[in-house]
């Protein structure tokens, strides 16, 4: 509908850094209008005849379904291929050969895969369209985009706001890209982990450079009253060497009854999920709590992309 | 079309327990519809638009397949998941976190779990309906839905006959079920079992309390005359402690071209399937063999509770 | 649209053995025609409505990927069945039970087995057409198909074409289907391969028989000046005992650039992946190529052989 939305026609989705503000209001502009189309109809058939070919090297559930529940609101059809024998020492067929194979059946590519650049790859030898959905510790670029849809959906408004980003900073894929992404508005973060789970140099740079305000503490409750978004993610116990620092720590970075009351009214907790003991069950009742409609978002997300790449948004 | 077929727009399906003589009536009503729909046009477009999330925790070909074309043949669209990771004591993500997830996704979720319980606790959590495929020793309402309607739709009428059930009748989870749902109508039973495998005392109880008339017996040979219906199961080797015994009973649990000379011309085989060696081959082409239709009866049950549960029927 | 292809409505499809030069002709125009209509239009609708249950006892993304593709391009639905537990010990359920189970369910079946005789037992029990997508060592006469209608589309003729077919042609299950195929035009042989991986003596047979020309040689270079077709497969080592003659021959058998160079500017390579090292990625980008257009062509030919079975063509 815009120019840059029909820029995306063609191309693939690889990586957070191809996305400037303009291509992002332009992709939240569509998926909101997925997300109207959806609450009221269930769905269009603006993708009828179109197939994508759902690529699994590892398992997601929660990614693949939500790319295939989008392809599907939109009319079209899914390949699943899930268990894809993969070892890079065997002598199996070549990525290369497989996403060419694919191709020639289907009109775009997803592709998850447990090796960073994999993704990149697909795209290199596709002529068709590729999704990367997470390779490995590289990039998952739908997550970040659903992530930030969230809170534009739910806050109506990206600039301006104060995120607070609790756990584990250092390895969370998802706090990498959602970070680089919010680069592009006016907000201000507050990194709240473990000292031995702070954000890696590289994304902090990022965040100095571009002349974002920042803090790094390791206490949760000294600022949650500031939070506008608090994003939570896990703390895995396997990251410790020091077990006895584990069992000190863990706890300060929890969200439940306590913690939220003295967080604002109007502000949104959101978890990439799965969650494991980091947000309390007793939260999922708070209005607040919008971890599940950002799940629904990933959807909408993905329709818009979807349709975006396909030519049809 | 009824009152009562609508009251299940947005209800769950958990348990036989939920269903009375009016509510079978219409479901098998709709049934039926749906069987008149496929035979002649192979399905209709009634549920354009919807998702069905087909959650199998455990493999189960035939009644995965069954819900999918069931969903296919309505015009819906199905997302399969199989092969989910499950582990009790494993730190994965919790049941209703993942059913609210994928109702997020779907309109409608069918779950097939190893513990009983777990398709409650679905329904507990989930907006959207939910639909117990078999949760482990608990219940698998539709395959006694559709066991019950394939009397129905193959002599016409349920009240007046003698069911004869035979085989484990112990843990036989499809027994109890239409043992019960059988309680609606004016039946006589015969149970044929072993004498360790014998109806348990709760379902007993509830066919005595209910007043309907039935014998037990260990020899099938002298009741099969009188069978309207005859329900078999396997006779699992498993259940012995003494193999002796079990080499000794084995065969009289079994149904062959012998057997079936003493039954009546009017009548049916049943069985659940998968079936071992207690139905011989050499019946598949007697006419009153109906386990092949009775797998067929279940896609029509299953259109029929899609609809009437999203509000189509 | 001619008789030959009416013909087919309601068959099964388990053998080369089934096709002539009439039945050939007829499918390669109905594929044709579905390449034309996917180029143009993506798909149509012609099977919408109708199920295939898509039965792998063992996994292939291609084969599994391209009858899925084929189904969806159509309008038709999948029912997706990995997975299954297989075992010819096993006290699991039959294949002719699951077989009448499924066709209770869809309108056609695809079945991968590990054992030959599976399809052609599937197809005695079903009533609904069954299509065999490899049964061991069995056949897998979709593969032969699609690599004679590539010849067809890449030169648009196939009498009078000289096909060098390399490799193993001892255990190579497409070669010996598509020689069958072949005896059908006029063409003359060339089979290249190591001593101990010769074509075996009933395919031979039916070569001389036919009173086409062959020759068999054991170098590549040699003859590639005279391929129209050069069908390459791949020479694996656990094949060989004495792994010093594997060393010695391996790359007398093997596709390159230098090769090509001495090759006809009008001819194509063809392979039936997946291909490990016996043809260079550095001829991908040779138009002479056709092995990922091959791939598509399976599509097109999966297309008009469902359309055909189900009375659509």
Redesign the interface.
């Known amino acids: 509908m815009t120019t840059t939305i029909d820029s995306f026609a063609g191309e693939d989705i690889l990586s957070v850094n191809q996305f400037d503000r303009a291509s992002l209001d332009a992709i939240f502009g569509i998926a909101h209008e997925m997300r109207v189309l959806v609450e009221r109809?269930?769905?269009a058939e603006m993708l009828q005849?179109?197939?994508l070919?759902n690529l699994f090297y590892e398992?997601s559930?929660?990614t693949s379904?939500?790319f295939?529940?989008a392809m599907?609101?939109l009319g079209g059809?899914v390949?699943?291929?899930?268990?894809?024998?993969y070892s890079s020492v065997s002598?199996?067929?070549s990525l290369?050969?497989?996403i060419?194979?694919?191709e020639?059946?289907?009109?775009v590519i997803v592709i998850r895969h447990p090796e960073v650049g994999a993704a990149a790859t697909a795209a290199y030898y596709a002529e068709k369209p590729v999704i990367n959905a997470g390779d490995g510790v590289g990039e998952h670029p739908t997550q970040a985009l659903l992530d930030l849809f969230t809170v534009q959906e739910e806050l109506e408004k990206i600039g301006g706001l104060t995120v607070v980003m609790v756990g584990d900073l250092r390895y969370g894929r998802t706090v990498h890209s959602l970070t680089k992404l919010l680069l592009n508005y006016n907000v201000s973060f507050v990194f709240v982990s473990p000292d031995i789970l702070r954000l890696p140099a590289d994304v902090l740079d990022a965040v100095q450079t571009s002349g974002h305000s920042y803090r790094q503490v390791d206490d949760l409750h000294s600022v949650i009253g500031e939070a506008d978004v608090l994003y939570m993610t896990r703390v895995q116990r396997e990251r410790f060497t020091d077990l006895a620092e584990y069992d000190r720590v863990k706890d300060f970075f929890v969200a439940d009854k306590e913690l939220m009351a003295q967080a604002k009214e109007k502000m949104i907790i959101m978890h990439p999920?799965?969650?494991?003991g980091e947000i309390s069950?007793a939260l999922d009742d708070d209005p607040r709590a919008a971890y599940?409609?950002q799940?629904?978002n990933g959807?909408y997300i993905r329709m818009a992309l979807l349709a975006a790449l396909l030519g049809k948004a």
């Open positions: 109809f269930g769905g005849g179109k197939i070919a398992p559930t929660r379904s939500s295939t529940a599907q609101r059809q390949i699943p291929i899930n268990n894809v024998q002598k199996g067929e290369p050969d497989t060419r194979t694919l020639s059946y289907a009109d999920l799965p969650r494991v069950y599940f409609r799940m629904r959807m």
